[in-house]
């Protein structure tokens, strides 16, 4: 019986798998709730796809930096009707400058994988990856935020040139900036000793 299930496998055509690349990818946004958000969520957590809260205001969750692109925009008043302009760049950067009645700012879009929290919503974590559950989630950082983000990431590649980006879980949090009368989130990332698993290296090698 073995047998002749096996024969009749072998006479079934392989069923089609999806083309993609690495930018078909649909990461939800992440987004830091400040006081006047429109996002359902306590002030202060990070939430992902404005749906579900990954980690609250003075607690840190785990995370996984896999993929991070640096850039350079228009930095426009809250509320202007069109999109500030960006580039991808430094020379593109000087030009854009010289061109644009705004000033201009560094930004970066960095996606990370949040392993599932002990309560975590399930709906939340949809991804297998080795024995674990995550999140997969980009986040768009600029001024403050670029600089508690991106920057800490690039300081931790310049003393480890050789390791990839996803070497180690990070720590994430978000912390409160208040500078005279305004005060607003960031969100935070901090590099832990835990060495991430070779599931997710090999995950992220496939995003390059």
Excluded at 167 to 176: I, S
Aim: aromatic share 12%; glycine share 4%.
């Amino acid at each position: 019986m073995k047998k002749q299930q096996e024969e009749v496998l072998k006479t079934i055509p392989e069923a089609p798998k999806l083309e993609y690349s690495a930018d078909d990818l649909n990461a939800p946004r992440l987004n830091v709730v400040q006081a006047t958000s429109k996002i359902a969520g306590e002030t202060g957590a990070l939430v992902i796809d404005k749906m579900y809260t990954l980690v609250l205001h003075e607690s840190e969750c785990k995370a996984v930096p896999i993929k991070a692109i640096k850039g350079w925009r228009e930095d426009t008043p809250f509320g202007h009707p069109e999109m500030p302009r960006q580039v991808f760049s430094e020379d593109e950067s000087k030009e854009l400058a010289k061109d644009s009645e705004w000033p201009v700012v560094k930004f970066a879009e960095i996606m990370f994988l949040f392993p599932k929290n002990e309560g975590g919503d399930e709906d939340a974590y949809p991804y297998a990856i080795g024995d674990e559950f995550y999140a997969m989630g980009k986040i768009n950082v600029a001024k403050d935020a670029f600089r508690h983000t991106f920057e800490r990431l690039a300081t931790f590649q310049t003393f480890n040139p050789e390791a990839p980006l996803c070497e180690k879980y990070w720590k994430f949090k978000t912390e409160l900036l208040t500078r005279g009368m305004n005060s607003w989130f960031v969100p935070s990332i901090t590099p832990t000793t835990e060495g991430a698993p070779d599931e997710i290296k090999a995950f992220a090698s496939r995003l390059a």
